[in-house]
């Protein structure tokens, strides 16, 4: 599947007017009965007057096993890569930021209404003050949930 797109928009940061390209390919590939990935790409620039203010490189990545019915394990990982240029912005913004995400998270179906799920997120950025990307956040998670009517 491949979106794109070219429209005038505006930079509400700076107000001015601009163009927006993005082109976004996606694909999704199901490898025997219980493996699935799924790959998105996107990027976007945009122009105003004085030229290129910035491009944003954004990739979705997510691999899941589904084991049963019941349950599956999912891996998500997120990246995001954007460069802009200082001199257009009348605020101080960093030239480059970029930030990595990741979760791992179990699921299981324990009965039409109570699922189960135990999960792991971490996170990573980096700006023009950093030269590595730096973990920000971690987390392990526990949710049980359960619907029920009257």
């Known amino acids: ?5 070219y429209k005038d928009t505006i930079d509400y940061v700076n107000a001015k ?4 390209f993005s082109i ?3 694909v999704t590939l199901n490898l025997g009965q219980h493996f699935q990935t799924e790959i998105q ?3 976007q620039k945009m122009d105003v007057a004085g030229g290129e203010l910035f491009m944003a490189n954004l990739l979705d990545a997510r691999l899941i096993y589904q084991f049963s019915v019941q349950s599956f394990l999912r891996l ?5 890569d954007i460069e802009r240029n200082q001199s257009l ?5 960093d030239a480059e930021s970029r930030s990595l995400g990741t979760q791992l998270l179990y699921s299981y179906k324990i009965n039409p209404q109570t699922v ?3 999960g792991y997120s971490d996170s990573a ?9 730096l973990k920000t956040d971690k987390s392990l998670f526990l949710k049980v949930s359960y619907a029920w009517s009257p």
């Open 1 to 5: 599947k491949l979106n794109a797109s």
């Open 17 to 20: 007017a601009g163009e927006l």
């Open 24 to 26: 976004s390919p996606s």
């Open 41 to 43: 790409y996107t990027q």
């Open 76 to 80: 998500v990982v997120q990246y995001n």
């Open 89 to 93: 912005y009348v605020d101080s913004v």
């Open 116 to 118: 189960f799920f135990l």
């Open 125 to 133: 950025y980096q700006d023009d003050h950093y030269n590595r990307l």
